[in-house]
């Protein structure tokens, strides 16, 4: 994500706790920002467990495999 909407996000966030608030369109505009972040950070999240490896204790080491849930 951009540092840009980052900055974005914190100043809507700053501006939402001033008495004023936020209007209608600011909200829509900080929640969609908002899913935006959190979808980067999860697939951040994703590919870093994608790339890591359990060691066992007799010294193989096996991928990390997604939960069925």
């Known amino acids: ?3 840009a909407k ?3 996000i914190n100043a809507l ?5 001033t008495p004023e608030g936020l209007t ?3 909200k829509h505009e900080r929640a969609l920002l908002r ?3 959190l979808d980067a950070v999860k697939a951040n999240l994703e590919s870093q467990l994608e ?3 359990l060691q066992r204790p007799d010294g193989t080491r096996v991928p ?3 939960r069925k849930d």
């Open 1 to 3: 994500m951009e540092q």
């Open 6 to 8: 980052i900055d974005r």
């Open 13 to 17: 966030a700053r501006k939402a706790k």
């Open 24 to 26: 209608e369109e600011e």
């Open 35 to 37: 899913r935006e972040y």
């Open 51 to 53: 790339h890591t490896y």
């Open 64 to 66: 990390m495999k997604k």
